[in-house]
């Protein structure tokens, strides 16, 4: 009997070194495929760790999703080595729950307009390609801008990707640049200095100095819609005006992969990330928004990711906004 229990104890730990060993392996390609370093060899331990509690979560997700109890998959991306709390505090919308601005327009469906079954902007030249906001928190300058890039794509059949740094460094009253911001608050910037491209004020990942120039501007805009409380009202907007930000809790898309998200345990009131919902659709039955992330192309269905629709899901419906050009 005691021989037995030898073996199995040995058989035990076989099996934990050999899963250790294929974890390593795995964290190894992580690191190489996302260019993660770290400071010393303590805090690479400890991101390993870290890493292999994420990675026994993505299993287990994975399995019950196998099961038909998930709706979407998990993945090792690059937000793998970093714990709930950390990503958490990395998202930098800044969301004060207000009712829309007095300036701004309310939505309201064109007389005669026929708002599509599905619709993909993207299919329309609408949408620019996947950009990259790194550990900068401007994913609301994203959202802006890519709700302009769509509105001026529609207007003048131009697809310009436009600037977020000029946003970051210029828009500061009513924005901390990489440290968060705010979504509507943006376009009396736009209506008064216009945007610049890409191409003439890069992105650069980090808070500068105001570098505006005026005999560069793309576009302005001549007024913005706000709205909430209504994913009705988001779809009619999508399908017929173009490309929407919006903000969201998002929390639990950390280690999202593929298919359409779903989790009850969203805050549909603490609303951190903003993004552009690009289109909305409908698989095997279940209806979806389709969204554009700033997290680059390694995340998520090549950029995208895609919300289960007509629930509020992660409060998806509590601040939309689009221009008007």
């Known amino acids: ?39 010393n060899p303590a805090e690479e331990t400890a991101r390993f760790a870290i890493f292999r509690d994420n990675l026994r979560s993505i299993e287990r997700h994975n399995a019950r999703y196998e099961q038909g109890l998930e709706t979407y998959t998990q993945g090792i991306n690059k937000f793998a080595d970093m714990t709930h709390a950390e990503f958490k505090a990395m998202l930098k919308l800044q969301y004060r729950g207000k009712p829309a601005m007095k300036s701004t327009k309310n939505f309201e469906l064109p007389k005669e307009a026929t708002v599509p079954d599905s619709i ?28 302009t890039e769509g509105a001026y794509a529609i207007k003048t059949g131009n697809l310009t990707s436009l600037s977020e740094q000029q946003l970051i460094d210029c828009a500061l009253e009513m924005n ?70 919006v903000g969201i809790d998002a929390d639990y898309i950390q280690l999202y992969e593929s298919g359409i998200f779903s989790d009850s345990d969203c805050n549909p ?3 951190d990330h903003a993004v552009l919902v690009v289109g909305y659709g409908t698989e095997n039955g279940t209806d979806y928004w ?36």
């Open 1 to 39: 009997m005691k021989g037995v229990v030898l073996v199995s104890f040995f058989v035990v730990a076989v099996s934990a070194h050999s899963l250790l060993e294929q974890d390593g392996i795995k964290f190894q390609s992580f690191k190489l495929e996302h260019g993660k370093t770290y400071q």
């Open 120 to 147: 993909d902007w993207r299919e329309k030249n609408a949408v620019t390609e996947i950009k990259n906001q790194g550990f900068c928190g401007a994913c609301w300058a994203f959202a802006v801008t890519g709700t």
């Open 176 to 245: 901390i640049g990489c440290q968060g911001g705010q979504l509507e608050e943006n376009f009396p910037y736009i209506e008064e200095y216009g945007l610049e491209s890409e191409a003439d004020y890069p992105f650069e990942g980090t808070d500068g100095t105001c570098r505006y120039d005026s005999t560069k501007v793309v576009t302005y805009v001549s007024s913005y819609v706000a709205f909430n409380g209504s994913e009705d009202k988001l779809k009619e907007a999508v399908g017929t005006a173009g490309p929407v930000a």
């Open 269 to 271: 009131k603490a609303l």
């Open 290 to 325: 389709l969204i554009k992330n700033s997290w680059g192309a390694s995340w998520g269905e090549s950029g995208y990711f895609r919300f289960l629709r007509g629930v509020n899901q992660c409060g998806i419906q509590a601040d939309n906004t689009y221009p008007i050009i």
